[in-house]
């Protein structure tokens, strides 16, 4: 038991994950949750989420030892000013948010001093969400940062970091500009851009008719798993990381640019070089041990 | 048995799962291959692939029922141009090229009267290429697209079709022009603004050391799978499918610029409403059978 009573602040994936995640392991005397929807309160009683749902965020927090918010990034900081006075002094309050300069500039003015303040994001996820979408092993062999703000105590952030570690996620420590950019192109700008193609061939579909959607297999519809998050989530990514995304994306338009012109001009020695030179990422992906080599993520069963 | 003598050029990602496939379902008599790589002969050999890898493509089509173009579709009008006179009277000529205008016109003129002319796609494919990445069960489920030029003779594509079906793919005719348009969409497109966001993140590598590739899993993963592919296959796509891609691409940076927008001028409206529409394809997706709904592609095993 690495903490004696944990609150889940907002029910959604990442919560419910680290409930289930978190039994498994054994890391919490109790776990309470709360959630803003009545409804998502209800699914979580009925199918055993947390071992007490509260039907407030300032009756979950009590005496908790960690605070966890899992909303989305745009509601951290009304979150935090509603516990903040009511968190245990010697608690640490922490969240899971995709961004982490906005959350922290939001949440970090509302903590009563003696809370220790320890920002967070495990790197996991699926296109899923809301309280039945979460499973034990979602952070198992995944990265989860820790983003510890000036001050923070080292005791805090070494327990926040076991248990993390009991949650079986690989635990590391970044600032968080850093994180803002990393994650921009890790994953803020490729969902920006998946959710563009995906909206073109939306208003293509008069024209392909239901086509586009029928031979979706080429290659857009691992775009369109990415482009099926919650929208409320990814709405607020944008808008709090908004300096990293429009810096890579006007990299990316510049880059496409460039290819859309070799396509025109008929430059196949620049796409050939281009399309050489990516190969070599994915090698280093394989090689860190970030993704399965199998064709096709395994979709396919290979046989001869 | 559907064709008595089959003879596969280029023996690559395609080919070399067309032979497994046609063992697999019997649907030939014999089958012989052929390749401009000398190594890649020897490897066909080595591990088996046809039943006779021939020194050259003359001798590979001599008495040929059906022959299959499975080189690159850069290379298609050559190998055409090689073969057309040595094909046999009532052959059937057929490709698996991702771009079909362009093979039908380079293609065509080669032909000889008294041979079919059937160009074919079929939408199957991994990451991976050469004579080894092949497996029987590529095409299962999977479609295939027949798109008959002019005058194709209604016996030789019916029996292209059942040949195709014996190797458990579903055949669907289209005509080129729709065929190129559809595939820009679901697959041309995609993979293009995937080597880009590659490239960006490569570029980037100095920034963020090796950190891009470490928490690659966030999304951008995904990606790099696509732009794994083989870069002359690609290289041969954009340049042979230049109006549709371009056509596409402009559509795509539209939206992208009007989405960069939102999000500079803070627009949350416009970026939830277009994230909430695209979700409707993904479910449409989920509906057709043509991925499956488990969490990241059912990479992560689900336990509570
Ligand atoms: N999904 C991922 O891939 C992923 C990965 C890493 C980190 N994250 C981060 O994790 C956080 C949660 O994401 P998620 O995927 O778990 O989202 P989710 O499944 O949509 O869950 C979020 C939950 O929070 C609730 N909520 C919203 N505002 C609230 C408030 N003021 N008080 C209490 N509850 C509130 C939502 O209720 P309503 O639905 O009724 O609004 C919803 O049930 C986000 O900050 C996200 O950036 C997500
Ligand atoms: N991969 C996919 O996802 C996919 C899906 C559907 C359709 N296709 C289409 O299928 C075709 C083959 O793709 P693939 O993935 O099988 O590619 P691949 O694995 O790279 O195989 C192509 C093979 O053709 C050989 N080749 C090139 N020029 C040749 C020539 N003039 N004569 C004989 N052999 C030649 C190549 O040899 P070298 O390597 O020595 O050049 C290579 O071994 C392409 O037209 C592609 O558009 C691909």
Redesign the interface.
């Known amino acids: 038991m690495i903490y004696g009573k944990v609150a889940l602040i907002g029910l959604g994936l990442i919560a419910s994950s680290m409930f ?1 995640s978190t039994r498994r392991a054994g890391a919490a005397g109790t776990v309470a949750g709360y959630d803003l929807s009545s409804e998502a309160r209800d699914t979580a009683r009925r199918i055993g989420l947390c071992d007490n749902v509260c039907d407030s965020a300032v009756e979950a927090v009590k005496d908790a030892d960690l605070v966890v918010l899992c909303v989305p990034v ?1 509601a951290m900081g009304a979150v935090a000013a509603e516990i903040g006075p009511h968190l245990k002094p010697g608690a640490t309050l922490s969240d899971v948010g995709s961004v982490k300069g906005r959350v922290i500039e939001e949440v970090g003015p509302h903590l009563p001093g003696g809370v220790h303040f320890v920002p967070g994001h495990p ?6 969400s809301g309280p039945e ?1 979460g ?4 952070f198992d062999n ?2 989860c ?1 820790l983003v510890p703000v000036e001050g923070t105590d080292p005791e805090a952030l070494a327990t926040l970091k076991s248990y993390w570690e009991a949650l079986r996620a690989n635990v590391e420590v970044m600032d968080a500009e ?1 994180h803002d ?3 921009a ?3 803020h ?16 579909r008069r ?2 008719d ?20 919650d ?2 989530m ?3 990514v ?2 709090s990381n ?1 300096e990293a ?2 810096e ?2 006007g ?3 510049e ?2 640019f460039a ?2 012109r070799a ?2 001009t ?1 430059d ?1 020695e620049h ?2 070089a ?9 090698r ?2 394989l090689e ?1 041990g ?3 080599d199998a ?10």
């Open positions: 289930w745009g790197l996991a996820g699926t296109e899923h979408a499973f034990s092993s979602l995944r990265w940062l850093h950019l990393v994650l192109v890790t994953s700008c490729p969902h920006l851009i998946a959710y563009t193609m995906v909206g073109v061939a939306d208003d293509l024209v392909t239901s086509e586009v959607i029928k031979y979706s297999a080429a290659g857009f519809r691992d775009f369109t798993r990415i482009a099926a998050s929208p409320t990814w709405r607020d944008f808008l908004k995304t429009l890579i994306l990299r990316f338009t880059e496409l290819l859309q396509i025109r008929g196949g796409l050939h281009y399309f050489t030179r990516t190969r070599a990422i994915r280093g992906i860190a970030q993704d399965t064709p096709d993520f395994g979709r396919v069963k290979v046989e001869r």
